[in-house]
């Protein structure tokens, strides 16, 4: 019979992956509660308009990358990142009327129809933060404070922060016209996608990874037209006082004027964090601005700020953490008291094992070493005299008591 595989592009994380994954899950708990951030969870499936209002419908993203189906006439899309879940989710569910800011952050699996490679996958996770309410750049300094404070509790460096300004929609007109000038003589020459860009977004142009149109953007005069040349006297204050609250904090970054990001709903700041660690899929963080969304998906006029970081890219730079062996295994041949025994010491707090196959008590107590740090020997004699031997599967030191003192000598 042929073996059912896991799809392309999906991975199993295994139990010996589990520690570095439970690792990054309190941590994130851990560090964002401390900015006062409230953990909300959001279905894995929204409704496909979601992500067409939300991401934007002329994203790579919608475009190219999404799992769409349909269930009682409804379409409905596999979500393939989570901001726009949870502004739904906040619109819907009055979290306006909560004194602002609102912090909430996420973890969970999201799910884009990529190419995969190392560091990118069709299922992968991603953990992130949501900050709602706070236009000021302030917030801005506290949102990247938070992405970088987290990666620095998993104990991660060798990182770069790259920041850029995206502007107002005033500034993005300005430069949208100008791109689109000097674009104009190669239209012809551009893909079919990249056409319909031009006319309906041409800030996304940039985005496309046909090789003939990445030729035409190469170019000197379309390279030439770059974004920040275009920002507004407002939208340049804004990302000045950013830069100059995270030179006050200490947090070191370079300004990447290049660094435009693949999802629509930005405006003004964006930024990424890179490892040096990585291959080619290096970002392990992307966020920025999005002061429009919630009010465009039908909320309140409020702004937000946010990111969300790779978990399976974090793993891989975090490496292996061993798992915590459990603290007791019963050895013996007698099922009925070892069950027993295992049961009181774990009501007791204590983790416990028993080998159910009756082997000899050396393959027993072999098995144990591998994952148990005492071994709890439960023979015919200690049996008769109410005593227990206790061995240390470190030290191999061992010693019998009554069993009435196990508890205490365990704990
Ligand atoms: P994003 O840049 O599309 O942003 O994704 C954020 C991070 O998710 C990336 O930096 C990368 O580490 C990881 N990632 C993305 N795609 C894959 C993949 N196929 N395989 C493995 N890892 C991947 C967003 O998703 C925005 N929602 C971030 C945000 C939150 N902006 C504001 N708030």
């Known amino acids: ?71 009682s006439e409804r379409s409905l899309t596999l979500r393939p990142e989570n901001t726009a879940g949870v502004v739904r989710s906040f619109i819907e569910n009055g979290m306006h009327r909560l004194s602002m800011p609102v912090k909430l952050w996420y973890k969970g699996p999201m799910f884009r129809y990529e190419r995969p490679q190392a560091g990118r996958q069709r299922q992968f996770h991603q953990v992130g933060v949501e900050v709602f309410g706070i236009k000021q750049p302030a917030a801005d300094a506290e949102v990247i404070l938070m992405a970088v404070n987290y990666l620095k509790a998993l104990g991660l460096n060798d990182l770069s922060v790259e920041l850029n300004s995206l502007g107002c929609p005033k500034c993005r007109d300005n430069f949208k016209n100008s791109l689109k000038q000097v674009l104009k003589p190669y239209l012809g020459e551009l893909c079919e996608d990249c056409q319909t860009r031009y006319e309906k977004n041409p800030l996304r142009l940039l985005d496309c990874k046909v090789p003939e149109c990445q030729e035409i953007f190469a170019k000197p005069e379309v390279r030439n037209v770059i974004f920040s040349d275009f920002i507004c006297e407002e939208c340049a204050e804004h990302f000045n006082a950013l830069k100059s609250y995270l030179d006050e904090l200490k947090i070191t970054y370079s300004v990447n004027k290049l660094l435009v990001r693949g999802l629509d709903y930005y405006n003004r700041t964006v930024f990424e964090i890179k490892s040096n660690n990585l291959g080619s899929q290096n970002a392990v963080c992307g966020g920025g601005r999005y002061d429009s969304l919630v009010k465009n998906l039908g909320g309140e006029d409020i702004p937000a700020i946010g990111f969300a970081m790779g978990m399976e890219r974090l793993a891989s730079l975090i490496g292996k953490i061993e798992e915590t062996k459990t603290t007791a295994f019963v050895v013996s041949n007698n099922s009925a008291e070892a069950i027993k025994l295992s049961e009181e010491l774990r009501n007791n707090g204590i983790s416990c094992e028993f080998d159910f196959s009756n082997k000899k008590f050396v393959k027993q107590i072999e098995k144990a070493s591998k994952t148990a740090k005492y071994a709890i020997i439960l023979g015919e004699d200690e049996l008769k005299t109410g005593k227990i031997t206790i061995k240390n599967l470190e030290t191999s030191e061992q010693k019998t008591i009554s069993k009435d003192l196990l508890l205490s000598e365990l704990k």
């Open 1 to 71: 019979m042929t073996i059912i595989k896991a799809q392309k592009g999906t991975k199993d994380i295994l139990p010996a992956d589990m520690p570095v994954w439970h690792f990054m899950e309190e941590k994130a708990n851990e560090v964002f509660s401390k900015y006062g951030a409230k953990e909300i969870r959001t279905p894995i499936f929204e409704a496909t308009e979601l992500f067409a209002r939300g991401v934007g419908d002329t994203t790579y993203i919608v475009n190219k990358e999404m799992y769409t189906f349909e269930k």
